[in-house]
């Protein structure tokens, strides 16, 4: 017994558990309490005037809507990516009005237009809101359309009852705060908007080195031509301070020497042809 109420507290956790982190609560209105600046992602529907003031339901901004003309003189958003993105199924809307204290009551309901080959205007009921009074609307809306077909969607109110008992004044002004629509069921976040990449510096080229000339190698003088050069140089300073060249005086020398051998030689000879016969 133990064992199976154990079991049956585990399957209670675990359903608790799974429907509190698969709960979608992420709002697919941008700017949803008009904090960031009225302009940046609500419009005029109708050419009404809106204009940020700090009487609000909560936070420090909220949108007072004034110079109205038509029943549709609202704060309209666009949703069409953010919807398309989240998908077709069940969405829970509201929104916080306050109609200026100059007037008495005023009726007014959430539209969810949606554009997906024929056009439909899913709405909340409408809510008789009083004058100086903060007044919730909410509801839940079936937003189906064929996968993919969706190509316009936009968020606003609307001020005139469809079966026209209610009877709304188009100059009515009001104030409108803390606006929500979220899908109900399985969480599916909005992707994180990738950061536009940095630019990457060109490297800078890096210089090419100079090649470097190598110095001419100086010829090795050996000892030997070193001596020699030495010695003709002091023979030819010598020759040179005699008047005469060292070749000269070897020519002089060497015919000295032949005229000298040659006249001995002659003597010799001339000498043993006279000799005394016996």
């Known amino acids: 017994m133990k064992k199976v109420i154990s079991i049956l507290l585990t399957l209670a956790l675990m359903l608790t558990v799974s429907s509190t982190v698969f709960a979608d609560t992420e709002n697919v209105l941008m700017d949803p309490s008009f904090e960031d600046g009225i302009y940046d992602n609500w419009v005029s529907y109708n050419g009404c005037l809106i204009e940020e003031t700090g009487d609000t339901h909560e936070g420090s901004v909220a949108a007072f809507v004034s110079e109205r003309t038509s029943h549709v003189d609202v704060p309209m958003q666009d949703i069409t990516d953010r919807l398309i993105y989240k998908g077709p199924g069940q969405y829970t809307v509201s929104a916080w009005v306050k109609l200026d204290e100059a007037f008495d009551e005023m009726p007014i309901q959430i539209v969810v237009q949606l554009q997906a080959g024929a056009q439909s205007w899913p709405t909340t009921e409408f809510v008789t809101v009083k004058g ?5 609307l909410e509801g839940t809306l079936d937003l189906n359309w064929t996968e993919g077909a969706l190509t316009y969607a936009e968020f606003y109110f609307n001020t005139t009852p469809t079966d026209g008992n209610m009877g709304d004044v188009p100059g009515n002004e009001f104030t409108i705060d803390e606006c929500s ?4 069921g399985a969480a599916q976040a909005f992707p994180a908007a990738t950061p536009k990449p940095t630019a990457t510096p060109a490297p800078t080229a890096t210089p090419v080195p100079t090649a470097t000339i190598a110095p001419t190698a100086s010829p090795v003088v050996t000892a030997t031509a070193v001596a020699a050069t030495a010695t003709a140089t002091a023979a030819s300073d010598t020759d ?5 060249s060292a070749g000269t005086w070897i ?4 015919g000295a020497a032949l005229l000298l051998g040659g006249g001995a030689a002659f003597f010799i000879i001339k000498k043993k042809g006279t000799a005394p016969k016996e």
């Open 251 to 254: 020519i002089i020398l060497a």
């Open 181 to 184: 629509l979220i899908k109900t």
């Open 132 to 136: 100086g009074v903060w007044t919730k």
């Open 240 to 244: 040179t301070k005699g008047g005469m």
